[in-house]
């Protein structure tokens, strides 16, 4: 009999373990560390994605009925495969857990939510607002009275829920108040982090002159972009030795050109730093990250493979 250690999931750490699994006999000359199998998973039974990361002959619990391996989602060697036996050697030689490795070397689908901002909008004419605000000043409801002051003064006549709570003291009664009086309204938005929000606070400056070694690698990379068939350029050089500049000044000529580039950050610590970077320049323009679902991140990342 032939047995497959399965790691089910690696987003929850509550899953930092692997499962072991019965190889049916059509599978048994097949299946190999590093590869993605289903598997029947749960008291439901659901079928689920998982990775291969050991195979045996013995069970490691006798005298327990296993469940089967359903069959292999792909049985030639990928990328994701070639990743997952990469896990395995980090767990092997860093003493690291599988799940640890794996969220090194494999996207892990992770929904990013939209925060949501809650706006109170008066509705009323300043002019009705001010005689409202009189009315109010002679009654003892302090906290409308600095809730309708904030939102005169204000001069779109629209703060933030959020604030208006932390630093006016409005509460829950209040905001239904000014509702059903038809004196403000309280809208929702949906948020999501804006890499470019600070855009128009960063000074843009002139490129900076490129030194003879760095024009050479520019015009290199060019000339290497006008054959038929361009290779893959590798940029080499030591910390400080200008390859930023060498890129920033390639993707100044593309966009010039009318085309559009995607840098690729290495780290999210990196991000500000080059983002302000790109923003900085010159006629330069920066398309935000896009957040997109694992399932489609892998299969672009497998176009550009095949390209290679």
């Not at 998973?41 to 659901?46: E, I, P, S, V």
């Not at 080059?274 to 900085?280: A, F, L, P």
């Given at each position: 009999m032939t047995y497959a250690d399965i790691i089910v999931d690696i987003s929850h750490e509550k899953l930092d373990k692997s499962f072991q699994y019965l190889v049916p006999e059509k599978l048994k000359d097949e299946i190999q560390v590093g590869m993605v199998v289903s598997i029947p998973?749960?008291?439901?039974?659901?079928v689920r994605k998982g990775y291969?990361?050991?195979?045996?002959?013995?069970?490691?619990?006798?005298?327990?009925?296993?469940?089967?391996?359903?069959?292999?989602?792909?049985?030639?060697?990928?990328?994701?495969?070639?990743?997952?036996?990469?896990?395995?050697?980090?767990?092997?030689?860093?003493?690291?857990?599988?799940?640890?490795?794996?969220?090194?070397?494999?996207?892990?689908q992770k929904k990013m939510k939209a925060q949501e901002k809650r706006w109170i909008t008066l509705l009323i004419s300043r002019e009705d607002g001010e005689k409202l605000l009189e009315e109010l000043g002679m009654t003892r409801f302090k906290a409308r009275i600095r809730l309708l002051e904030a939102l005169l003064q204000n001069e779109n006549g629209k703060i933030e829920t959020a604030w208006a709570s932390k630093e006016l003291g409005?509460?829950?009664?209040?905001?239904?108040?000014?509702?059903?009086?038809?004196?403000?309204?309280?809208?929702?938005?949906?948020?999501?982090r804006n890499a470019i929000a600070d855009a128009e606070n960063i000074p843009h400056v002139a490129p900076a002159v490129l030194s003879i070694s760095q024009q050479m690698a520019v015009d290199q990379i060019l000339s290497e972009w006008e054959h038929p068939d361009p290779r893959p350029v590798l940029l080499h050089g030591v910390t400080g030795s200008g390859k930023t500049e060498v890129y920033m000044e390639l993707i100044d000529k593309v966009i010039k050109e009318g085309g559009q580039a995607i840098v690729l950050i290495?780290?999210?610590?990196?991000?500000?730093?080059?983002?302000?970077?790109?923003?900085?320049?010159?006629?330069?323009?920066?398309?935000?990250?896009?957040?997109?679902?694992?399932?489609?991140?892998?299969?672009?990342?497998?176009?550009?493979?095949?390209?290679?």
């Open positions: 998973f749960g008291r439901g039974n659901h291969v990361v050991g195979i045996s002959d013995e069970p490691k619990v006798k005298g327990i009925q296993l469940k089967s391996v359903v069959g292999i989602e792909n049985d030639q060697e990928t990328t994701e495969s070639r990743l997952i036996a990469l896990a395995g050697w980090m767990k092997e030689n860093y003493g690291s857990t599988m799940i640890q490795a794996l969220k090194t070397v494999l996207p892990i409005t509460t829950a009664s209040v905001l239904r108040y000014f509702e059903e009086q038809g004196i403000a309204s309280v809208e929702s938005d949906e948020v999501y290495p780290e999210m610590k990196c991000s500000r730093k080059y983002r302000q970077r790109i923003i900085c320049r010159k006629n330069s323009r920066l398309v935000q990250r896009v957040m997109l679902k694992q399932s489609y991140r892998l299969k672009l990342y497998r176009k550009i493979q095949l390209k290679r």
